[in-house]
């Protein structure tokens, strides 16, 4: 024991008082409140993403004639692979659901603002990239739901002026949905798009170690609140917010498993044709303005709030609305809120 300890010490010249410096990074004390350390919620879905993910890939063939199949064969015939597809399909929801309310606090607070808009920026890239990995994923599945889901979001994509039919070509391999299609989607859902999305996290959770996070003051608290340890405190609330999603993720997926739909029907249209949740508002808003008009304006959507801490500032410089984006990120969620419970309530 004493000459693997020396072995190591030789090379890894590393004091307990070095380990120390390292994990004990002080925290503003309002990362106390669980909301505000949302953050670590959607990094710690995403690892179980990549382990249940990796663990469906053992089986899953990405061709026309064999994707149902091999998706039925795990969720039927696979000891417990019914268990992890499920946590894969809730893992997702929980996902987005985390984002959104990080995001959603980050921009309320205004943590977004000097030095943190490249932050912010990366977060939004982080939320599209998310965002179609889900879509990706929920079209391997090849049920009627999943193929007409991808043909949809391949003439959304058409739709989008000078690239959108060259979008649209290279997501299916060809002018329509083919036998080369689920390829490209499987190898975007299981690499390209988590290669990204990695990368991205790990620069967003650096720039978040190199500025700290934002210290915000609270009226109970005038002077900051100080600060506490990285290790163990906040570790600790991180596992706990972490085993407590893990046993509700395991409680979902035995109460509500993941079932599959019809197998996908090139000659017939479904009746209905509805997204996951996350993509209610998105296909609301292109029942309500149809075409180039819809996708224009979502595009735009999307670059304002790319774009918002600058805008934000703009407006805090040049006008007396220091505290306008509470107002507008108040009506954002009410407008968001109508939208998704206006397509969850109706049948078309
Ligand atoms: C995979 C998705 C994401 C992960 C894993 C992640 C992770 C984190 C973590 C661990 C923190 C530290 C503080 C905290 O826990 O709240 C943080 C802070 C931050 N995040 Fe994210 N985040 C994600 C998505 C986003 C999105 C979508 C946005 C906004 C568009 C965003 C913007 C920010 C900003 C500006 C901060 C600094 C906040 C401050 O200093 O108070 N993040 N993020």
């Known amino acids: ?13 590393v004091s307990g008082e070095d380990l120390r410096w390292l994990t004990n990074e002080p925290v503003p004390n309002h990362m106390k409140r669980w909301w505000f350390a949302l953050g670590g919620t959607p ?13 469906l890939a053992f ?5 026309p004639s064999r994707a149902y199949q091999s998706v039925a064969y795990v969720t039927d015939e696979v000891p417990f692979g019914w268990y992890v597809r499920s946590v894969h399909k809730w893992g997702a929801t929980f996902m987005i659901a985390a984002i959104v309310l990080h995001q959603m606090r980050v921009f ?11 932050n912010w920026m990366i977060g939004m890239s982080m939320l599209v990239c998310t965002l179609t990995i889900a879509f990706t994923g929920y079209s391997l599945v090849y049920e009627q739901l999943s193929y007409w889901g991808a043909t949809v979001g391949a003439n959304i994509a058409d739709g989008v002026p000078l690239i959108g039919s060259t979008v649209k070509r290279m997501l299916l391999g060809g002018d329509s949905y083919n036998s080369h299609t689920l390829a490209r989607f499987f190898v975007l859902h299981g690499a390209v798009l988590p290669i990204i999305l990695t990368l ?6 650096a720039i978040v170690r190199l500025q700290g996070v934002s210290e915000l003051s609270f009226e109970e608290e005038p002077d900051g609140g100080g600060t506490f340890n990285l290790f163990p405190d906040h570790v600790y609330m991180e596992l706990t ?17 993941a079932t599959m739909g019809p197998l996908a029907d090139p000659l017939t ?17 292109l029942k309500l303005f149809s075409g180039t008009v819809a996708i224009l304006s979502m595009g735009f959507v999307v670059f304002t709030m790319f774009c918002w801490p600058f805008i934000d500032d703009l407006i805090r410089r040049k006008t007396r609305f220091s505290e306008a984006s509470v107002w507008i990120g108040l009506l954002a969620v009410v407008l968001i809120s109508v939208l998704m419970i206006w397509e ?5």
């Open 1 to 13: 024991m004493m000459s693997v300890r020396h072995w190591f010490g030789e090379r890894l010249d």
């Open 43 to 55: 990094a710690y879905l995403y690892a179980i993403q990549i382990v249940t993910g990796l663990l």
């Open 59 to 63: 089986y899953y063939e990405p061709s």
């Open 108 to 118: 309320f607070s205004g943590a977004y603002r000097k030095p943190r808009e490249i």
């Open 200 to 205: 991205l996290i790990v620069v967003h959770i």
């Open 241 to 257: 917010i972490g085993l407590s999603l893990m046993v509700l993720l395991s409680a979902l997926a035995t109460v509500f498993p």
């Open 269 to 285: 249209t479904p009746e209905v044709i509805k997204p996951e949740w996350f993509f209610y508002v998105a296909f609301r808003w």
């Open 344 to 348: 969850a309530a109706v049948a078309h």
